[in-house]
T-cell receptor, first 114, second 112 residues
Framework: KAGVTQTPRYLIKTRGQQVTLSCSPI?????VSWYQQTPGQGLQFLFE???????NKGNFPGRFSGRQFSNSRSEMNVSTLELGDSALYLC?????????????FGPGTRLTVL | TQLLEQSPQFLSIQEGENLTVYCNSS?????LQWYRQEPGEGPVLLVT?????EVKKLKRLTFQFGDARKDSSLHITAAQPGDTGLYLC????????????FGQGTELSVKP
């Protein structure tokens, strides 16, 4: 099976712009979670989607949003970009919502905000 | 406040040495995972521990989950340069779904 794929891998934007990142989960996986990774804060949970519904949300401002499509693919959007949004954005998929379902991570999208 | 405290943050050792990484919390977790991440890549799962007191071995790596399910450790025996990378512990709290709580990570460098 192909792993989790994320596009694009690298992105450079300027302050005030918006950006959309895409994630394709492992075939058969219906849950997709998004994380932000920075040197200072480490990995922080953004949100989780299951069956096109947001199931859980982290402590991020409303500028961060996401959605999931019927084929389980997910996108996250960040509006009005700030310098502090520069980070590696990771997507993880898992089969279902059971606590024992393992999360598999994609390679991430490196976002740089200038 | 970091919910999962991971230590040490940096570790530089010689090939053949042993090391232990700790992951501590005041909270109880339903399970705890250990990941390894290489530069430019996403974290790769090494192991999941779910039972208090559980010990799992993966070749030279030994993982332990505390009896109270609040802490965990990763022990590497006879480290090799190929073990170099960022090691992350991540806890799954009850009824939190896919929201993993990560430690800050341990940057391990093994010199030949």
């Amino acid at each position: 099976k192909a792993g989790v794929t994320q596009t694009p891998r690298y992105l450079i934007k300027t302050r005030g712009q918006q950006v959309t990142l895409s994630c394709s989960p492992i075939s058969g996986h219906r849950s997709v979670s998004w994380y932000q990774q920075t040197p200072g804060q480490g990995l922080q949970f953004l949100f989780e989607y299951f069956s096109e519904t947001q199931r859980n949300k982290g402590n991020f401002p409303g500028r961060f949003s996401g959605r999931q499509f019927s084929n389980s693919r997910s996108e996250m959007n960040v509006s009005t970009l700030e310098l502090g949004d520069s980070a590696l954005y990771l997507c993880a998929s898992r089969e279902g919502q059971a606590g024992t379902d393992t999360q598999y991570f994609g390679p991430g999208t490196r976002l740089t905000v200038l | 406040t970091q919910l999962l405290e991971q230590s040490p943050q940096f570790l530089s050792i010689q090939e053949g040495e042993n090391l232990t990484v700790y992951c501590n919390s005041s909270s109880v977790f339903s399970s705890l995972q250990w990941y390894r991440q290489e530069p430019g890549e996403g974290p790769v799962l090494l192991v999941t521990v779910v039972t208090g007191g559980e010990v799992k071995k993966l070749k030279r790596l030994t993982f332990q989950f505390g009896d109270a399910r609040k802490d965990s450790s990763l022990h590497i025996t006879a480290a090799q340069p190929g073990d170099t990378g960022l090691y992350l512990c991540a806890g799954d709290r009850y009824n939190q779904g896919g929201k993993l709580i990560f430690g800050q990570g341990t940057e391990l460098s093994v010199k030949p």
